[in-house]
């Protein structure tokens, strides 16, 4: 049975014993000499036969109708029509000298009008011919006009045998200028089929999938020069979906073969911790979501093999959960487990929920960060070397070399857009089998994106949340109605509520100024002035202890008002805080307000978030609060933040083959991604070498690719 690394080699050898026509370099195609190759690899990228084929028409000139002169509208823009010309005459002088001609059918009569190259133009047209023309239509004063047509002499059965939907090709103007305009790259396209033939694109997908869709050469001819819009729908689907599936069988390729190679600690049993836990201290009913995941990590862990999941969840979906009930099966099964944060105060936060939890169970557990006193910090460095502390949370303080466990089974990592790669690799260094990790992020990433980006990873979705939360009720005011916006807080105040006020400074740098963040502080004081009203601050300026002490005022509700910058955007748990007011609100990005807004709307009281915003705002940004305003769906938001922003830009996406997609759009072709992931997978997972003959032809393909991204990474 031959393994990747087989196939890899035969795909160096592949490489070194054939070259297709398709490699063949551009200025070998007809029609293209040594200094068109070179405006075309400078100004399209195009070097190969290869990437002339796959640079597609953005759209075809419709010449399947003749239009009656008296059907013409301003509103249609390309035209094609049929009559007699006459009435040749030439118009003004000089710089304004024109050539104009009528043509006329039996329902009407249009112009034509050139303005360049009227000479050539003179000779080649003859008066009281029937003529075939097509062009943009124009209305000048009324009336229609077509500024130098396409014309050609009209016989009565050449309709027949034309190419009825020319491909329009992108071009630049230095192309242009050199004679290789939108036309005639579509005529380097027509005679490159000329010099292929369907042995040049064998088929590559295996005969069930064929099933009602289109044979690949046909969909790259159809692609090109469709014989009707109904075939190049077909083709564009075809290849949309065989560009999908190839990306989703690589990654599903690498997965198999990352399982294969990864060696992971066996959690065999879920055992009297998670049992007792489970029946007895669980302060709630688990949500599905919830109970799937957990599902999907025991079945990860009791394989053998290093898990590698990533869990995404909305704001509030209850991760922490999921992460307290891993760590039960590590413990089950004699791991220690860690819980690492992004800040102090979240690790604080984390660690004392945990506490509570298992405040019944006989769990050891221990905090680590930056602030952990000395005495403090030996203890549990003792502890966790002689495995007498099975849990530790804390920060990044905990992959520090002098960090050593016993023992580590599992870690979990939350809200991983803050955590970088480079640190997780630390923690493999713990022990000699790799512990199996969990990453959760609360930054929702569209399903589809996932798919792409995250494909090679284990990860799951929590899209839903612990029942019988209110939704937070989000508006947006301009900075107009401050005045207005204080009184309504005042009164959830003095209700005996709690409020965030959010500014948009970002650690040290940007977008607001310290002091503007200060000013916002004596602002909010004036309108809640002490000793009625108590408010405490954080902000990256502060050292640990500072913000936690700000923190902690809060909490417990010793301070009724929070002013803060995104220090509080992460995990910060604090259930009477239902009012959140986001100043210049335009400045931030969706996902970030999302994150904002999930610090409210945790306890039982109905939560509001108002977004402030000066008065002067552009169109995306305000694109961005209403989507905030008008769904409280994280996932929802992801999409739209997607839409906005384009993929290339979106957090926590890696930098993937995956998304360059010629053909396909994630946003648009979901339903054609969610069909080749799972004929993907079904595939990898019956056929994972590909040595069926039913998938000799994929095999085939994959191996003479110039395998770039994925197989690299096998060899
Ligand atoms: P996040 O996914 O944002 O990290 P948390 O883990 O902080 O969410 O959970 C948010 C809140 O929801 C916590 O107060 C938690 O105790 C509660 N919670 C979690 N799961 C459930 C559940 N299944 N039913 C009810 N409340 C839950
Ligand atoms: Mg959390």
Known sequence: MPSFRDICIEIKKYRLTTASLLSSPIEYLKGVG?????????????FTFNDLLHHFPHRHLDKTKVMSIASITPEQDYIQIKGVLQGIEMIGIKRSKRMVAQLKDETGIIELAWFQGITWV??????GQPYLVFGRVSFFNGKAQIVHPEMEPYVAQMMAQKSLLEPVYSSTEKLKARGLNAKQIGKLTYTLFQQISQKDLPE???????????????AYRQIHFPSS?????????????EELFIAQVRLNLIKIDRHKNSKGHLFEKVGDHFNTFYNKYLPFELTGAQKRVIKQIRQDVAKGYQMNRLLQGDVGSGKTMIALMAMLIAADNGFQSCLMAPTEILAGQHYESLKELLKEMPIEIALLRGSTKVGERRRILKGLLEDTIHFVV?????????????????AVIDEQHRFGVAQRARLWKKAIIPPHVLVMTATPIPRTLAMTAFGDLDYSIMDELPPGRQPIKTVH????????VMDFVKTEINKGRQAYYVYPLIEESEKLSYEDLMQGYEQVKSFFPEPTYKISMVHGRQNSKEKETNMHRFKTADTQILVGTTVIEVGVNVPNASV?????????????????????????EQSYCILLSSVKIGREAKERLKTMCSTNDGFLIAEKDLALRGPGDIDGTRQSGALNFKLANIINDKVALELAKEAAFLLCDKDPNLQSTENEPLRAYLIAQKAKIGWGKIA
């Open 477 to 484: 005011r301009y900075e107009t109605s401050r005045a207005s």
């Open 34 to 46: 040594p200094l068109r190759a070179d405006m075309l690899k400078k100004e399209l990228n195009l």
């Open 229 to 241: 819009q109904d075939h190049y729908k077909k083709a564009l689907d075809r290849l949309i979906f």
């Open 580 to 604: 959140m007011v986001i100043e210049s609100a335009e400045k931030f990005g969706l996902s970030q307000l999302h994150q904002l807004r999930g610090r409210v709307g945790r306890g039982m």
């Open 204 to 218: 590559n997908l295996p005969s069930h999938l064929l099933e009602n869709r289109m044979g690949r050469w046909e």
């Open 122 to 127: 003179q000779k080649n047209i003859v008066e």
């Open 394 to 410: 804390g920060t990044h303080a905990i992959i520090e070399d002098i960090v050593q466990f016993k023992n580590l089974g599992l």
